[in-house]
T-cell receptor, first 114, second 111 residues
Framework: EPEVTQTPSHQVTQMGQEVILRCVPI?????FYWYRQILGQKVEFLVS????????KSEIFDDQFSVERPDGSNFTLKIRSTKLEDSAMYFC????????????FGQGTRLTVV | SQQGEEDPQALSIQEGENATMNCSYK?????LQWYRQNSGRGLVHLIL?????REKHSGRLRVTLDTSKKSSSLLITASRAADTASYFC???????????FGQGTRLTINP
């Protein structure tokens, strides 16, 4: 069964360092998303991406964040200068359409900023 | 309450019993989705119910949606130990390409 895959599963980084989280969405999906979940809190939307551009982003997704689809399969989230409060589980998701269809999530990348 | 709030926050039942979780939301929606999350793992999609649907079944899962009350319920019948997980409802803001999640219900099935 097709699935969204994310790498790495766990990343530890020094505060101020840049990190890139990688995702391979399901191949026939057109809409891609990043969400995050701080430990013990709810899952929060970061950004949606369609047709090679951001279609929506939340207040969390500030200038420190960027997304890219560098080729036909990968979808990346970059955090330029990590802060302690960026420590969270980051989930990539994809869907066939943007509305009224199921969003399928990856297993997540646990980012720990020290 | 905020969009997509689940009730109860925690539920502990015996194996074989039915588990019911509720979700309330505030805005108009196209659909509501339920997800399961095992501890420290990813979100597994369970079921999507559209705003023009009232009830949907998938295996041991039954979901209802009452748009007049802006609420949904997830019923898991004949629970198993493997159903132990957190369950989240997620709504799409009308016209938005994002899901808004609630805090979740932590379900524990005791053998």
């Amino acid at each position: 069964e097709p699935e969204v895959t994310q790498t790495p599963s766990h990343q530890v980084t020094q505060m101020g360092q840049e990190v890139i989280l990688r995702c391979v969405p399901i191949s026939n999906h057109l809409y891609f998303y990043w969400y995050r979940q701080i430990l013990g809190q709810k899952v929060e939307f970061l950004v949606s991406f369609y047709n090679n551009e951001i279609s929506e982003k939340s207040e969390i997704f500030d200038d420190q964040f960027s997304v890219e689809r560098p080729d036909g399969s990968n979808f990346t989230l970059k955090i330029r200068s990590t802060k302690l409060e960026d420590s969270a589980m980051y989930f990539c998701a994809s869907s066939v359409q943007g509305k009224n269809t199921e969003a399928f999530f990856g297993q997540g990348t646990r980012l720990t900023v020290v | 309450s905020q969009q997509g709030e689940e009730d109860p926050q925690a539920l502990s039942i015996q194996e074989g019993e039915n588990a019911t979780m509720n979700c309330s939301y505030k805005t108009s929606i196209n659909n509501l989705q339920w997800y399961r999350q095992n501890s420290g793992r990813g979100l597994v999609h369970l079921i999507l119910i559209r705003s023009n649907e009232r009830e949907k079944h998938s295996g041991r899962l039954r979901v209802t949606l009452d748009t007049s009350k802006k609420s949904s319920s997830l019923l898991i019948t004949a629970s198993r130990a493997a159903d132990t997980a957190s369950y989240f409802c997620a709504t799409d803001d009308w016209g938005a390409q994002k899901l808004v999640f609630g805090q979740g219900t932590r379900l524990t099935i005791n053998p």
